[in-house]
């Protein structure tokens, strides 16, 4: 078997075992959340088909929604919202039972007169949906990752059994895997923090729109945040470097071949 196909079969592979890993956490520590309870503080990890809670352990009665423990992403909502944050998108890990996602935003409608039209039919006001399009955007990126994952290992199969040099595109395409998730991360990042108080939040005075800790550690208000790589992201990082040899020495190898 030739080498390259060896290089590309091995980060196909990889390609799909880092879809079901988790690729980044972050957390949130604080004096009142002791580390007694929450060991990691207030963690959530990323999947590229969601955002999932990330807490083990002994947590809070009260947060306990399993014997697994907590559910920290409910609590970073909670966090984030007394600072005027939207809630975090999930993906696919979004409650089925609820008619809309968590982080979707309601306001009522409003007459000529800036009073609340009601519904004859139920004698409520009447809600429209005034949730931001970035985050639908972002939520269906998460929730259609499986056909993304699906077309990335077809472009791997392509350069995989066809041969020929100008094919390296359809490595390239799924190589570049752990930067898509960066730059969507860093963008995200940014409209969450540059977007505060727009739907009852903001308890907190003094929080001015700022860019969340990347990579590293961070300080918002009294918690101390962190954000670093999981897993899954330095797996998709040798799928990078697989799919950059087997270009390279497909490249080498067919040059080879077209000398004899």
Request: with cysteine; glycine share 10%.
């Amino acid at each position: 078997m030739k080498k390259y196909k060896i290089f590309a079969g091995i980060g196909i592979i990889l390609l799909v075992v880092s879809y079901f890993t988790p690729i980044w956490w972050v957390a949130l520590q604080s004096i009142q959340y002791p580390k007694t309870m929450y060991p990691d503080g207030i963690r959530i990890e990323f999947k590229y088909n969601g955002v999932y809670n990330g807490c083990v352990g002994e947590e809070r009665e009260e947060l306990a929604a399993s014997q697994a423990g907590a559910d920290c992403l409910v609590e970073m909502n909670a966090i984030n919202h007394f600072i005027g944050m939207y809630k975090i998108t999930q993906g696919r890990n979004n409650d089925a039972s609820r008619e809309y996602p968590v982080y979707y935003v309601f306001d009522t409608e409003k007459d000529a007169n800036g009073d609340d039209v009601i519904d004859p039919a139920t004698g409520k006001p009447v809600k429209i949906d005034v949730t931001p399009g970035f985050l639908k955007f972002l939520d269906g990126l998460m929730i259609y990752s499986p056909f993304l994952f699906v077309l990335m290992a077809v472009f791997g199969l392509i350069f995989l059994f066809t041969p020929k040099k100008v094919n390296a595109l359809f490595a390239l395409l799924p190589a570049l895997l752990p930067f898509y998730f960066l730059v969507m991360y860093m963008i995200g990042l940014y409209w969450y923090g540059h977007h505060l108080g727009l739907h009852g939040g903001g308890a907190f005075e003094g929080i001015n729109e700022f860019m969340p800790t990347v990579f590293g550690e961070g300080k918002v208000a009294q918690f101390v945040t962190m954000s670093y790589p999981y897993l899954g992201f330095f797996i998709t990082l040798a799928v990078f470097i697989l799919f950059v040899l087997a270009v390279l020495v497909k490249r080498k190898e067919l040059k080879e071949l077209s000398a004899k």
